[in-house]
């Protein structure tokens, strides 16, 4: 499996062998969300926290006497049913996260490259570098290229001037090779690797 390399100008560098075992898959939605609901849980903060009846302000002085009034038994006004009292089993501080076999991850990333090569979206640059970190500079290119919501995976760094570039275009983002995740490529139109970042992806994915 074959791919045409680019160059940020526009220009073609070449083409390059993409792995089959790893962007030659027949791309499964249910592996996909598996991994995608794993990612977005584990980054799940579950903070969320209400007070129970043990922890509001009122007095737990006894509210009336316990017979003789026709009403219910209530001891104080910190009750559930009552207005501003504690909530009833309600949410407490906790994890939302879950465990994935790291063999379960691999196979995500690879079904989630391969989604990307049979659509057409995933194109292999030359390398993504910029002499300047001048925004003006990149976007041009990138509107030449066509690219508006795209993720570019370089090799285990990212240019600095390249990235602080495209930290000012929305919709473009820049991560190295050992953050490249599901979540993230799926997000994007667009999947951009470099010869870098493809050596890289496949030396990790094998």
Known sequence: ???????????TSGQVDLDEAIFGLEPRA???????????????QGTHKVKTRSETSYSTKKIYRQKGTGGARHGDRNAPIFRKGG????????????????????????????SKAATGNLIVLEAAELAEAKTKTLAKHLK???????????????????????????GIDVLPSMGANVYDILKRDTLVITK???EALEARLK
């Open 144 to 170: 030449d290229l066509g690219w508006k919501r795209a993720l570019v995976i370089d090799g285990t760094e990212v240019n600095a001037n390249f990235a602080r570039a495209a930290a000012n275009i929305d």
């Open 87 to 114: 909530i009833y089993k309600g949410p407490v501080p906790r994890s939302h996260g879950h465990d994935l076999t790291k063999k379960f991850r691999k196979l995500g990333l690879k079904h989630a490259l391969s």
């Open 1 to 11: 499996m074959q791919a045409d390399v680019l160059k940020l100008d526009g220009g």
């Open 30 to 44: 249910d592996i996909l969300h598996r991994v995608v609901r794993w990612q977005r849980n584990n980054a799940q």
């Open 196 to 198: 870098a970042g493809l």
